[in-house]
């Protein structure tokens, strides 16, 4: 009984690692990537304005809930990542999920599903208060650790 109880945690750590995973790392503003805000966000120059803001957790929880999401391509060899760009609209909703850097096309079709999954966000709001549009970027790394 006591190999079974120890066995356990050691598959079960096997598991996990063996998923992709989301992690929020915008890239260098000197790199042809995109940032995670896109440049023509009308939020950049934008004083009293609110980001929106994932329901489930933030930051933290939206990327929790991308890695959870993705279905991690069967015969990958190598890491990688994808750069899965969105729209969050004025209702919260997440829409218009791209590709803006891709990887390979099973891992990109991944991390599009992933992030199309997503539940609401509270809208990002002008600095009137009215709920806005805007684009993010999420960078959505395929690991084989």
Same mark, same amino acid.
């Given at each position: 009984?006591?190999? !079974?109880?120890?066995?356990? $945690?050691? !598959?079960?750590?096997?598991?996990?690692?063996?998923? +992709?995973?989301?992690?929020?790392?915008? +890239?260098?503003?000197? &790199? &042809?990537?995109?940032?995670?805000?896109?440049?023509?966000?009308?939020?950049?120059?934008?004083?009293?304005?609110?980001?929106?803001?994932?329901?489930?957790?933030?930051?933290?929880?939206?990327?929790? +809930? =991308?890695? #959870?999401?993705?279905? @991690?391509?069967?015969?990958?060899? #190598?890491?990688? #990542?994808?750069?899965?760009?969105?729209?969050?609209?004025?209702?919260?909703?997440?829409?218009?999920?791209?590709?803006?850097?891709? @990887?390979?096309?099973?891992?990109?079709?991944?991390? !599009?599903?992933?992030?199309?999954?997503?539940?609401?966000?509270? $809208?990002?709001?002008?600095?009137?208060?009215?709920? =806005?549009? !805007?684009?993010?970027?999420?960078?959505?790394?395929? &690991?084989?650790?």
């Amino acid at each position: 009984m006591n190999r !079974v109880l120890l066995l356990l $945690p050691v !598959v079960f750590a096997g598991l996990v690692s063996y998923r +992709a995973t989301a992690q929020a790392i915008p +890239a260098k503003n000197n &790199s &042809s990537l995109p940032t995670d805000i896109v440049p023509d966000d009308p939020l950049k120059h934008c004083s009293g304005c609110r980001y929106p803001v994932y329901k489930d957790g933030g930051v933290e929880g939206m990327l929790w +809930a =991308i890695g #959870k999401n993705v279905r @991690f391509p069967e015969h990958l060899q #190598k890491d990688g #990542k994808v750069f899965v760009q969105f729209t969050i609209n004025e209702q919260g909703q997440v829409r218009n999920a791209v590709v803006k850097q891709g @990887f390979r096309p099973d891992a990109d079709s991944a991390a !599009v599903r992933a992030v199309r999954l997503l539940g609401e966000f509270t $809208p990002a709001l002008d600095a009137q208060g009215r709920p =806005i549009a !805007v684009r993010q970027t999420v960078p959505v790394t395929f &690991s084989l650790q």
